[in-house]
C-alpha cells in the first residue's frame, strides 16, 4: 500500500478530537469540516502517489521526467515547486528516484 505524507497521518488522531467548528487558513477562505478536508487530502495524495508507482513501473525515470508528467502545465517558475512536489511525494511513497 502506498503510504502518504507523514504529517497526514500524524495529524488524523488529534484533528479527530478536537471540537473545531472553523478553521482559519493563512492562504485561504475559513472552512468547517475539518476532518473531511484531512480525508480528502489523505485521498488527493494516495491517487498522486498511485500515479508516480505507475509511471515508474513502465520504466526508470528522472526527478525532472516525473515533475513533467505529474505537471505537465506547468510553467518555468513553477520548477522548483513542482520539482519540491515530485521529490516529496518520492520520498513519501518510499520510491527511490534519481
Keep these: ?8 497521518l500524524r495529524i488524523r488522531r488529534p484533528a479527530a478530537r478536537l471540537a473545531i467548528d472553523l ?7 475559513p472552512f468547517g469540516a475539518h476532518l473531511d478536508v484531512i480525508e480528502s487530502l489523505h485521498a488527493f495524495y494516495r491517487r498522486r502517489q498511485a500515479k508516480l508507482l505507475d509511471l515508474l513501473q513502465r520504466g526508470p525515470r528522472t526527478v525532472y521526467e516525473l515533475m513533467r508528467e505529474l505537471f505537465p502545465s506547468s510553467s518555468a517558475f513553477e520548477l522548483f515547486l513542482t520539482m519540491s512536489e515530485t521529490l516529496g511525494t518520492s520520498r513519501c511513497s ?4 534519481r
Design 23 to 29: 478553521v482559519l487558513p493563512g492562504h485561504a477562505e
Design 94 to 97: 518510499s520510491i527511490r528516484v
Design 1 to 8: 500500500m502506498v503510504q502518504t505524507a507523514g504529517y497526514l
